[in-house]
């Protein structure tokens, strides 16, 4: 006979409600997914379903939240780096591992979002995740003498970027996410590098009106060159930053484990000089006892020998004693 099927908690039905709903709605979309499915997909009446979220809308809500939450982390993580290039690095290595380990949490956000969800559409994603990237690229266009106003529509650029080659990765899969992450950067990053603090379309791309207008002049081959080579320049500088970045790590992990050895052995001294303090005392305590037990033996002795001479003193004593009464009655 089976054993009776165990209840669920109020807070185990609901974590099943929306893993069962995450799971549908990524396959069906918010449309194609009916609270009727979420319900016999969990084994539930319909009315389970609207007391912990009040329909179909809550529930879509919650799932969405969690995966913008999830991945925001991710991102937000990868952009503590100290390095510029290294942020990006990570920031594309963190959206493409979100997308390969949570494809399904990816889905939900890419689709086109139900009115009911709100913010939780993957434009409001993006700007989300821009407006972290819009202070790194604020700083990086202050330090280079480009217009840090402009910041906030490159951040869009860049994200946009990102984020539609992890939605075109989410179906084809190869590369693997690392050399797709290093190609992103090669882009993004060479891009910025070279970046001309006045572009400008060319006349053929203009249209008649804009063609009249005088265009600003265009960089001499000289000027030219001289971008190419401060952009060698960079990159080489940028390389030696990497690679001394590199360096200080492994050091730092070199110094944490020669500290670790040490404090090892330390404690190792430290226990074998206690062990050691210990038989000491034992040692000592051992001595103690055995002068204590020889004290000891030379008193029961000396008590031995005195009680040996009283009672040779009390012998003779009784002898004359009986001496002199014998030569008492004699004389009677």
Request: hydrophobic letters at 35%; zero cysteines; proline letters at 4%.
């Amino acid at each position: 006979m089976s054993e009776p099927r165990r209840r669920m908690s109020g807070k185990e039905r609901r974590e099943q409600l929306i893993q069962i709903s995450r799971t549908l709605f990524a396959e069906k979309g918010f449309d194609g997914t009916s609270v009727e499915e979420i319900a016999a997909t969990a084994n539930v009446s319909k009315p389970v379903v609207y007391e912990h979220f009040g329909g179909k809308e809550g529930v879509y809500a919650v799932v969405v939240d969690r995966e913008m939450q999830k991945l925001l982390a991710l991102v937000t993580e990868a952009l503590s780096a100290s390095h510029a290039l290294i942020k990006l690095e990570r920031a594309a290595l963190a959206l493409l591992a979100y997308v390969e380990e949570n494809s399904e949490g990816f889905r939900i956000l890419v689709r086109d979002s139900h009115a009911a969800s709100g913010t939780g559409t993957f434009a409001s994603l993006i700007n989300d995740i821009a407006s972290q990237v819009e202070d790194v690229m604020a700083d990086e266009f202050k330090g280079r003498g480009y217009a840090p106003e402009l910041a906030p529509m490159y951040a869009q650029m860049l994200v946009g970027m990102v984020a539609l080659t992890g939605q075109w990765w989410l179906d084809v899969r190869k590369p693997p996410r690392e050399e797709v992450a290093a190609h992103l950067v090669n882009l993004a990053w060479n891009g910025l590098v070279g970046l001309d603090p006045r572009p400008r379309l060319t006349g053929s791309s203009r249209g008649p009106e804009q063609r009249r207008a005088p265009l600003p002049p265009r960089p001499t081959d000289k000027e030219l060159r001289e971008m190419s080579r401060a952009r060698e320049r960079e990159l080489k500088e940028q390389e030696k930053i990497r690679e001394r970045e590199q360096r200080e790590a492994e050091k730092l992990a070199r110094d944490q484990e020669k500290a670790r050895l040490r404090e090892q052995r330390d404690l190792e001294k430290a226990r074998e000089r206690e062990l050691k303090e210990q038989e000491r005392l034992l040692r000592e305590q051992e001595k103690v006892r055995e002068r204590e037990l020889k004290e000891q033996e030379k008193i029961r002795v000396r008590e031995a020998k005195a009680a040996d001479r009283d009672a040779v003193r009390q012998a003779r004593l009784a002898e004359r004693t009986g001496e002199g009464q014998d030569k008492l009655e004699s004389s009677e």
